[in-house]
């Protein structure tokens, strides 16, 4: 299991240079080097999330996943070409960006 999530990191990592500098991101990156386990712990979230990786979570099921994590008014849900899943959202009467990585890890920015 860990040589396949070795190969997946460095296939990620790979068409992150062949793709150039080009246009910059403002969203913060994926990480290719987090090491957790494929599921995160419902107690805390994996330092390094969000986590590349290929994620199988469909959209409701990300959206739950924000929803179970205190988040509501989740909107524009997308997947992104790292495997996570971004999108708008409400805590404690604030907007903020949402991220949800392949591991389950909810990260707000």
Do not use: C, H
């Amino acid at each position: 299991m860990k040589a396949v999530y070795a190969a997946a990191t460095i296939a990620v990592f790979a068409m992150g240079l062949a793709q150039g500098a080009g246009a910059q991101n403002t969203r913060a990156p994926a990480n290719p080097d987090a090491s957790t386990p494929a599921v995160a712990n419902p107690n805390a979230n994996n330092p390094g999330a969000p986590a590349a990786g290929a994620n199988s979570f469909t959209e409701g099921q990300a959206k739950s996943r924000i929803e179970a994590a205190g988040y509501s008014n989740i909107t524009g849900l997308t997947k992104d070409k790292d495997g996570i899943w971004r999108g708008k959202a409400s805590k404690a009467g604030k907007a903020v960006d949402v991220a949800l990585d392949y591991q389950g890890n909810v990260v707000a920015k």
